[in-house]
Each structure stands twice: as structure tokens, then as C-alpha cells.
């Protein structure tokens, strides 16, 4: 644990060893000579193939923090010229030509006759069975694909960040426009939520046009690497060898069979104490007992301040590591026009202090996002120090833990900012039934994208029926969705994941079912529990998801009798508050 007297000290870059201390990335030229001196050089012993990862770990770094940059400028201001022209570069005209290099530098890691012995290091054998998983999947003609659906996916964010409506006379975000779903003016909800989802209809043609376009390139993609469809493709490509497209199904099972009915207990209840006749989807945000929406801040500084000393109270380092990013302008928190949706964490390997992008307005959910990406930094700063650029990067199951089990064990500092104890309780309450409702939602968006590519040529309407179909199975029987089936129809439209980085979904849930375990542990022993999420944190991707989850004093199970375990923990916790 750390002192309170801990000094903000503004990290340094490591000084760099394989490439000069000036040099920075512009186009592919100037970089190429560094992957030709690598692809060169003589490895004759273990040692000197440990000098070459690390000095290929120093050149991914400067590429990825470049990239980074490039990308996290583009989200900021989706309108910049500039800021798009300068992506699009990477996109285009360095990206291309790293990928075969990459796919060059793999293949000769794995020709060195003491690439066994380096397994004896920690963490290289994670490195080298994922090295071997890059090789096997590996296509040229891939190359030219993967630049066009980098480039759709950027035009799904300048599509969505386009997206305002008027508003009582203001133009605003769709983020800032369902802050407005939670007013206790019902009239006010119905009018913001047609709005919303009329703005959306607008498009629907065009996202559907570029989804399809985006299946079928992926499809070709899978196809290319000798796989069925890209679902298969992509458990090789995201690491997934801990489990399988069954287990997925697993997982969708227990979430119907254990949360669901939770969900329509709570929607049940909700009509009941909104005393209203009919449920619609613009009664869902707003208080159930009909009290105005919690605000638990003004402006994106006071956001940024109240979740510092939430941070400070768990401990002094996780505060400052939101300091130091903030002193350095590694953050964007407000909505705004021509912003893209969503948030991220983005990790920049070469300084290891990562930058924060979100579109808050002033909810609570905006709140719990700052603490969900600042589990994110945290881990950043956690893995900073370790040897190689590839142990920064674990899987997202490891991922998400760090972001997930951040929003619920500091549950007990939210006075910060809640200083009313009716508005505390409430605010803890919604945070529970965020939970059991994200958890359908997620599976929900899983189920969807194996059926998407399980059936690559499917129709428009097809597409549509069968959203609807598993939209329904995983949805609570109270709302009533008649005279707003079009919206419906369309909702996947809104989650990102589906259009920028597929299949990456199921993670927030296996994590979820994590992080509500590592709550319960830091319930039990706060001091313990916190330092074995920590510790485990540390681990980066040195060791292998269940042996991560381990170390955080949890296990990897997302079967239907462990998460009705998990699911009686949060109904308990739900009676504590009653």
C-alpha cells in the first residue's frame, strides 16, 4: 500500500536503447530500416534473443504509442481534417506494411533453435504461445482487408458523432440528450427518447449498409485463414484458448436462466412503483419511485476531482496515478458534437501513462464510466514497468477485471458524491440493477454476433428477425415496445463493438461475474481483497487468465450454478440496502 505524502512525480519514458532518442514515427520509411536491422540480426544464444525482444518490444512501442496518438486525437474531434487525414495515414500507409513485417519477425523468433529455452523466463511462454497463434492465422491477402474494415470503422464513428438532436431548444449529443431519460417528467422521457431513436433511424440505412459491407469482408478474412467463419477466426485472433464458442452459449444459458428473472422481478416492481399502466422504454432510467435524477457532479473537473479522492481513499497511489494524467492532458471526459460515442482507456506503451476519452454528462453512470476507465489506467500503470511491450497487453478478460471490479469496491466511498444518505442508498441501488441488467444486455450483443457471422449471407431481414428473437429472450416481459418496434429493430445499431472491434463483448460479462467475486472477497477483508486485485493487476499477461484470476482470489467459471452464487451476493447486498 502507499503513504498519503506520495509525491506526484510525472513519469519519464525509458531511455531508449535500440532506436535514437530523437527519432519519431511520420511515414512507414523512416521505420522500415529498424524491422530490416531486426529481421538481420544473428541470434546465436538465448541471451542475444532476449536482447532482440526487447529491442522489437522498444520499436512496437514507439509505432503503438504513435498510432495511439493518432487515434485518440481522431475520437476527440471526429470533424478535424487534419486529425482524420493523419490516421488514415496509419491506417493506410503504415499499418499495411507492419503487419507482413510483424508476421516476419514472428516467424523468426520461432525458427531460433533457443526459443524453448526462453520459455523458462516469466511470461514468454504466454508470449511464444501467442506468437505461434499469430503465425497460424497469418494471411497477406488479409492485409488489404484488414486496412478497409479499419477504415469502416472509422466511419461508424464519424457517422455517430455526428448525431445531435434539439432538445428545449439546445442541440445536443445523444449522450447528453439521455441524461434527460432520467427526469421524473414522463412527458419530457417520451419526447427525448423518439427523438433519440428517431436521429437513429436516420441512419439505419447507411449502418446497415456498412454492417454488411464489414461481415463480409470479415467473412473473407476467415476464409482466407482457412477457418469456417470469422467467430472462429477471432477466438484464435483474441487469445480466447481458455474456452470455446460452447462455453459461450454456457454463459448465455446462465444469464437467461439466472439473471433474467431478476430482470423481470425488477421491471415489475419498477411499474408498480412508477404506478403507471404500461412500461415503455423511456421508463427505464428514470428513479422507480419517481424522484429526480441522481447528479453526482456538475462539470467534467468536478467529476474528475470527486473520483480522485475515491481513488485517494482505497489508496494514495490509485489517486495520483488520475493525477499524474491529468497533469500530463491525458484526458477528455465532457459530450460534445463531432466527438465519437463511448469511452475507452487507451493504453501508450512507450510513456506507459495512458489516456482516458469518455462522453460524460452528469449521470451516474457517467461516474461509474470515469471509475470503470480508471480501472483501466490503473492496470496501465500497474504493468508499466514490466520487461516487454506484450506483457502490456493482456486479453480482455483480464482486461476488464481491473475496470469492472473497480466500480463496485469503491462502492463505499460514493458519499464523495453522494453526501445525502437517501441519494447514497439510491445511487448503490442503481448500481445494482445495472448489473443485472448489463449482464443480458451483454449476452444479448454475444449471441447476436455468433449468429452474424455463423451466417455471413444472411438478409437484411433475417437480420432483423433474429435480433428481435434474441433481443426478446434476454429482455424483461414488462416493457412494451408496440408503436416502437423500429427502434427496437435497430438498437444493436448503437453498440460499437459490433461495428469497430467484433466479438469483443463477451469479456465485460466473463469479467463481470469477476469483479462482482473480487467485491465480495474486498467485502469480506477490504484490505486483502484490494491487494490481491492489485497484485494481480501487476501480473499483466505473464501468466494465463485462470492463473491471473487466481491471483486476484477468484475463479475463472462463468457456469449457471456459480453465477447464481454470485447473483445471491447481490441480492444480499440488495437486502443490506432495504
Not at 485518440?72 to 478535424?80: E, G, L, Q, S, Y
Not at 494471411?139 to 458523432?161: H, K
Not at 439473471?259 to 422504454?281: E, F, G, M, W
Request: with cysteine.
Amino acid at each position: 500500500m502507499h503513504t498519503p505524502q506520495e509525491q506526484i512525480i510525472i513519469p519519464q519514458r525509458k531511455k531508449r536503447i535500440f532506436l535514437p532518442e530523437d527519432f519519431q514515427v511520420t511515414k512507414w520509411e523512416p521505420i522500415q530500416p529498424f524491422y530490416k536491422q531486426l529481421l538481420e540480426r544473428e541470434l546465436t544464444s538465448v541471451e542475444t534473443l532476449k536482447k532482440w525482444f526487447e529491442d522489437v518490444s522498444e520499436l512496437a512501442s514507439v509505432v503503438s504509442e504513435d498510432a495511439g496518438w493518432r487515434y485518440i486525437h481522431m475520437t476527440c474531434d471526429t470533424a478535424n481534417e487534419s486529425y482524420r487525414k493523419s490516421y488514415q495515414e496509419y491506417v493506410k500507409e503504415i499499418l499495411p506494411q507492419l503487419i507482413p513485417v510483424t508476421h516476419q519477425l514472428h516467424k523468426k523468433a520461432m525458427q531460433c533453435p533457443f526459443i524453448q529455452e526462453l520459455r523458462k523466463e516469466v511470461g514468454y511462454d504466454i508470449l511464444i504461445r501467442n506468437i505461434k497463434s499469430n503465425i497460424t492465422i497469418y494471411r497477406p491477402e488479409n492485409v488489404a482487408i484488414f486496412t478497409q474494415t479499419r477504415l469502416e470503422a472509422q466511419e461508424y464513428s464519424t457517422i455517430m458523432g455526428a448525431m445531435t438532436v434539439d432538445v428545449e431548444g439546445k442541440e445536443l449529443t445523444l449522450q447528453q440528450a439521455a441524461a434527460h431519460l432520467e427526469s421524473e417528467d414522463r412527458s419530457l422521457r417520451e419526447k427525448v427518447y423518439l427523438k433519440i431513436g428517431e436521429r437513429r433511424l436516420k441512419d439505419k440505412d447507411k449502418l446497415n449498409d456498412l454492417y454488411t459491407s464489414m461481415v463480409k469482408h470479415r467473412h473473407q478474412i476467415a476464409v482466407n485463414a482457412d477457418f469456417a467463419n470469422f467467430r472462429d477466426y477471432m477466438f484464435v485472433e483474441l487469445k480466447r484458448f481458455e474456452y470455446t464458442p460452447k462455453d459461450c452459449f454456457e454463459f448465455h444459458q446462465s444469464i437467461a436462466e439466472e439473471v433474467v428473472p431478476l430482470l423481470n422481478d425488477l421491471a415489475k416492481d419498477r411499474k408498480k412503483q412508477l404506478n403507471i399502466d404500461t412500461l415503455k422504454p423511456w421508463d427505464n432510467q428514470v428513479d422507480p419511485l419517481g424522484k429526480p435524477p441522481l447528479r453526482p457532479f456538475r462539470n467534467g473537473e468536478e467529476l474528475l476531482e470527486k473520483t480522485i479522492i475515491v481513488f485517494d481513499r482505497l489508496d494514495p497511489f490509485l489517486g495520483n496515478c488520475l493525477r499524474i494524467m491529468k497533469k500530463m492532458g491525458h484526458l477528455d471526459l465532457t459530450s460534445r458534437k463531432g466527438k465519437a460515442p463511448g469511452g475507452y482507456n487507451h493504453t501508450l506503451d512507450e510513456t506507459g501513462v495512458p489516456f482516458i476519452f469518455m462522453n460524460a454528462t452528469s449521470t451516474q453512470r457517467d461516474m461509474e464510466t470515469l471509475l470503470h476507465e480508471g480501472g483501466h489506467a490503473i492496470h496501465s500503470f500497474l504493468m508499466r514497468d514490466l520487461p516487454n511491450n506484450n506483457f502490456k497487453h493482456p486479453t480482455s478478460e483480464i482486461a476488464e477485471i481491473a475496470s469492472m471490479s473497480m466500480e463496485s469496491i469503491s462502492i463505499d466511498h460514493w458519499d464523495v458524491f453522494f453526501d445525502n444518505e437517501d441519494e447514497l442508498k439510491r445511487a448503490k441501488k442503481k448500481h445494482l440493477t445495472q448489473i443485472i441488467t448489463i449482464l443480458p444486455w451483454i449476452a444479448t450483443i454475444d449471441k447476436f454476433q455468433h449468429w452474424v457471422y455463423e451466417n455471413p449471407h444472411h438478409t437484411l431481414e433475417q437480420r432483423k428477425t433474429t435480433w428481435n428473437e434474441i433481443f426478446d429472450s434476454f429482455s424483461d416481459t414488462s416493457t412494451d415496445w408496440s408503436g416502437q418496434e423500429a427502434f427496437k429493430d435497430f438498437l444493436w445499431q448503437k453498440q460499437l463493438h459490433l461495428f469497430e472491434v467484433p466479438f469483443y463483448y463477451i469479456e465485460y460479462g466473463i469479467a463481470q461475474l469477476g469483479a462482482i467475486a473480487i467485491w465480495k472477497n474486498y467485502k469480506e477483508n477490504p484490505r486483502k481483497g484490494l491487494q490481491a486485485y492489485l497484485d494481480a493487476l501487476k501480473l499483466g499477461y505473464t501468466k494465463s487468465v485462470p492463473q491471473i484470476y487466481e491471483a486476484a482470489g477468484i475463479v475463472f467459471n462463468f457456469s449457471r450454478p456459480y453465477v447464481k452464487e454470485l447473483m445471491q451476493f447481490i441480492k444480499a447486498t440488495w437486502e443490506e440496502l432495504d
